[in-house]
């Protein structure tokens, strides 16, 4: 598929000229761009680079930057876009603009991953926007106060717009799960590959939060000031994670885990029947809308990959390369105990997971930095404001 060749250009400009009178300006798709770049990415890598020519928004993946140990066969990049895309729609409503996206999965090494185009219509604005700039993942502790009823039917009610999507929500701790979530949490830190990498993407003192504006802020995870000296170390010399693990890591991590699951409101999924990236992009769409909802109602939202997304890839012939034959087998037994808790059927493969719950402090968890709308958008456009 040609995305930039002239037949899309043609396709646009026809479309643009036959259903958008007036020309989407610099300063919306500025704006769109801008709200879009909070969408939320794995470990806030934001691969994403756009170029905007009058006519189409390109989105270009930035592979180097969403290149992780744990983003096999590029799912957490589908999750990721799934977001960006519906993120981009949601924004670009506050414009009377409706967003048309045609995505590529086959070679965006050389060529967009996604094209948009817009349509300026008569429609209402998305009531969601009012949570894009607010949206966040709080690591923190839930009350456990269980969701309402009302909350739980909006959110089913929006997956229903999703045809081959089946979402689950499920009220209280997820003890049946327990064992499964402290293994994957251990997993995280025994395997040197991920450890390392989410080690580069944590951000462990003011000075690299300041200086960077991607990955997470360690205030974001949760971590104690006392605990940044030896992270900074594992970062330097990752083979001292085994060594420090029996002397009082390991009981660290698993406190960590225990406290997080038992205090949330519930946890929900989404499962898809389809298993190729388009499905798998539907999923984020859906996962965001989620997740602004929740937000918007006052919840507080934290994925939870490791248990869904990585074992979806072991489920589906794509685990972490390096993986051990015991974890291999504990992420399949863990693959279907997550199915049967949340209910999905034998052809219903949950991909995402996330626990949810009324925050103790909405204060609490700090908005994640971006980095700037200038230094990821190129426009090629008549009406640039002049300087
Ligand atoms: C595909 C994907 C997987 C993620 N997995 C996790 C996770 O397992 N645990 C977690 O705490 N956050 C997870 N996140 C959240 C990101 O770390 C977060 O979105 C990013 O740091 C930006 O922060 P924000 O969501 O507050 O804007 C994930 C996000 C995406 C898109």
Known sequence: MDLEGPSTNKMSRENAASQSPQPVSYTEIESIIRMAMTAPSGDNCQPWRFTWNDETLAVFYEEQLGHHALNNCNHATWLSLGCLVESIGIAASGFRLRAHTRLNFENWQSQPMGVIYFTREQMCTDPLISEIFRRKTDRNLYHTTPLPETVIQQLKHEAVHYPGLHFSYKQGTPNALAGFVGFCDEYMWSNRRIASDFLHWVR?????????????????????????????????????????????????????????????????SIAVTDTQPAAVVS?????????????????????????????????????????????????????????????????QWPVWMFRTGRAIDPNLAPITPRVRVQDRLKVYTRDLPRV
């Open 204 to 268: 462990l003192s003011d000075k690299e939060e300041t200086e960077s504006k991607d990955g997470m802020s360690w205030k974001s995870l949760g971590i104690q000031k006392a605990d940044l000296f030896p992270l900074r170390l594992f970062r330097r010399l990752p083979f001292l994670i085994s060594w420090l693990w029996k002397l009082g890591f390991q009981k660290k991590v698993n406190q960590t885990t225990k406290r997080s699951i038992q205090a949330l409101g519930g946890v929900y």
């Open 283 to 347: 999923a984020g769409k859906l996962a965001f809308r989620l997740w602004l909802l929740l937000n918007s109602e006052g919840y507080a939202v934290q994925p939870m990959s490791l248990p869904s997304l990585t074992a979806f890839d072991v489920a589906t012939g794509h685990a972490p390369p390096n993986t051990e034959a015991s974890a291999l087998q504990r992420f399949k037994a863990g693959y279907q105990e997550l199915k049967a808790y949340f209910g999905f059927a034998e052809n």
